[in-house]
């Protein structure tokens, strides 16, 4: 099985894929040094590991993606790094017809990618957003963790918490 390496790069030229039967296959590796995920947070060493399907609509993409955060534990505040994994698919769709050169209709469903009129297949945004998905939104330095629990509850919790107050309270009156 051949594999192509993407190093800090995330265009693969899909034309030859595109001309190709449905079914046809090909395998990338990626790694991005660094991978902006929004305007305050960014992860370093993704690696992605990527099969390309062609299908009848254009190429399903799917794969695994790893990659490194500097975060805050939720639970002690210490900073610490961590590795985290998402698996991810996703469609793209041709914008151009391969063999006429005749443009081809927009998707109508917004989660459907694009491959530009160049037969440019771009993974960047695909990235982006499992990497966004692959960082928890509420991060814990690890099982050795030495914060006190009660220094942090989850929101629903919290909640929880403050209704069996206000119920005690109502408790107290009656
Ligand atoms: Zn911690």
């Known amino acids: 099985m051949r594999v192509r390496h993407l190093e800090n790069d995330t265009i693969i030229n899909v034309a030859q894929l595109l001309k190709a039967p449905v079914g046809t296959e090909r395998y990338f590796t990626v790694h991005l040094d660094q991978l902006i995920l929004d305007s305050d947070l ?9 099969r390309l399907l062609r299908t009848s609509n254009g190429i399903l993409a799917t794969g695994d993606l790893r990659v490194t955060a500097h975060l805050t534990c939720v639970r002690c505040l210490t900073e610490f790094d961590g590795r985290f994994e998402e698996t991810f698919e996703a ?22 990618f694009t491959i530009d009129k160049n037969h440019h297949l771009d993974l960047h945004e695909l990235l982006r957003q499992f ?23 989850p929101p629903e919790e919290a909640v929880d918490a403050r209704l069996a107050v206000l119920q005690a309270l109502l408790d107290e009156r009656a």
């Open 42 to 50: 960014a992860v370093r060493d993704v690696d992605a590991a990527v």
């Open 91 to 112: 469609e793209f769709w041709p914008t151009i017809d391969v063999l006429t050169g005749l443009p081809l209709p927009p998707p109508e469903d917004e989660d459907i």
């Open 131 to 153: 990497a966004v998905l692959a960082v928890p939104i509420y991060p814990v330095c690890g099982p050795q963790c030495p914060g006190p629990e009660s220094l942090w509850q």
